[in-house]
């Protein structure tokens, strides 16, 4: 069974800065792309960064790129999120997700369409 767990959120001032984390097992965590997505109350779920699975091609919504950095560590089934410069729009519950579409595939999708094996989230809250 496929286990995911996101950690990290948090009440950080505009400006700041927050680090998030996700743990995946069951899976064989560096076949495939992992996304991040975030979504906030009233709102759709969307998405925000995805990473193929050696990391070595990254995307990023229009609204955080330049300000978030995703990466993985394949050794620690772990998935991050380096997020800089927040904004109160950044204000949401976070997921993370595999896409367990194919295996090695050199690239990632920002839809979260092709996602499964969602986690509970993580509470990011930017005060302004």
């Known amino acids: 069974q496929v286990q995911v767990v996101e950690s990290g959120g948090d009440l950080v001032q505009a400006g700041g800065s927050l680090t998030l984390s996700c743990t995946a097992s069951g899976l064989t965590f560096d076949d495939y792309a992992m996304g991040w997505f975030r979504q906030a109350p009233g709102k759709e779920r969307q998405a925000v960064s995805c990473i193929s699975w050696s990391g070595g091609r990254t995307y990023y919504s229009a609204s955080v790129k330049g300000r978030f950095t995703i990466s993985r560590d394949n050794a620690n089934n772990t998935l991050y999120l380096q997020m800089n410069s927040l904004k109160s729009e950044d204000t949401a519950m976070y997921y993370c997700?595999?896409?367990?579409?194919?295996?090695?595939?050199?690239?990632?999708?920002?839809?979260?369409?092709?996602?499964?094996?969602w986690g509970q989230g993580t509470q990011v809250t930017v005060s302004s």
């Open positions: 997700a595999a896409d367990r579409r194919g295996r090695k595939s050199d690239y990632c999708l920002l839809s979260r369409d092709y996602y499964t094996d």
